[in-house]
T-cell receptor, first 113, second 114 residues
């Protein structure tokens, strides 16, 4: 069965410190992987996408994610958090062979001044 | 290019009523997907339309239906509303198939059922 697990429901970091949001997936097929961000009362905005090209994917606003097949992980990182990064982040797995899109449960990122 | 637009942005209905939500995809996008977002259940896939045909369907009752027009605009209908239908309904469009292409989301329609 295919699934995606976001390991932390809430992460809190200080402004200027690194951000790590963890995502693990389970898939029998080669997945496409996405990270989306949702600010309060807004829709989802694409941060970055992995589709079997480079394993390190750079996205918008300084975020990047590394696809590690051996660990079935796709963690999202940013070197230095900014107050505007406070939002909900969703890891998404897309399985073309199964025609399915699976959303993680989300990680709420809080930034301390 | 204009993004995905959804109308209305906010809606208040009472139990038993029906509601229609509208989604206009990004120009050139042929796939439109609908999602329901609630605090308890998170984001759940409702259905996907491509070239006016429903391609995929999530695990929702038949009260939830949709359609897509020739210009790729899509509508979603919920009949006999229940309190549990209160949610943010998100529409996303993509160039081809929603399950492999990058999806671009609209701002959502906030439905409140009283």
């Amino acid at each position: 069965a295919q699934s995606v697990t976001q390991l932390d429901s809430h992460v809190s970091v200080s402004e200027g410190t690194p951000v790590l949001l963890r995502c693990n997936y389970s898939s029998s097929y080669s997945p496409s992987l996405f990270w989306y961000v949702q600010h309060p009362n807004k829709g989802l905005q694409l941060l970055l996408k992995y589709t079997s090209a480079a394993t390190l994917v750079k996205g918008i606003n300084g975020f990047e994610a590394e696809f590690k097949k051996s660990e079935t992980s796709f963690h999202l990182t940013k070197p230095s958090a900014h107050m505007s990064d406070a939002a909900e982040y969703f890891c998404v797995v897309s399985l073309s062979s199964a025609s399915k899109i699976i959303f993680g449960s989300g990680t709420r990122l809080s930034i301390r001044p | 290019k204009a993004g995905v637009t959804q109308t209305p942005r906010y809606l208040i209905k009472t139990r038993g009523q029906q509601v229609t939500l509208s989604c206009s995809p990004i120009s050139g996008h042929r796939s439109v997907s609908w999602y329901q977002q609630t605090p308890g259940q998170g984001l759940q896939f409702l259905f996907e339309y491509f070239s006016e045909t429903q391609r995929n369907k999530g695990n929702f009752p038949g009260r939830f239906s949709g359609r897509q027009f020739s210009n790729s605009r899509s509508e979603m209908n919920v009949s006999t509303l229940e309190l549990g239908d209160s949610a943010l309904y998100l529409c996303a469009s993509s160039l081809d198939r929603g399950d492999t292409d990058t999806q671009y989301f609209g701002p959502g329609t906030r439905l409140t059922v009283l």
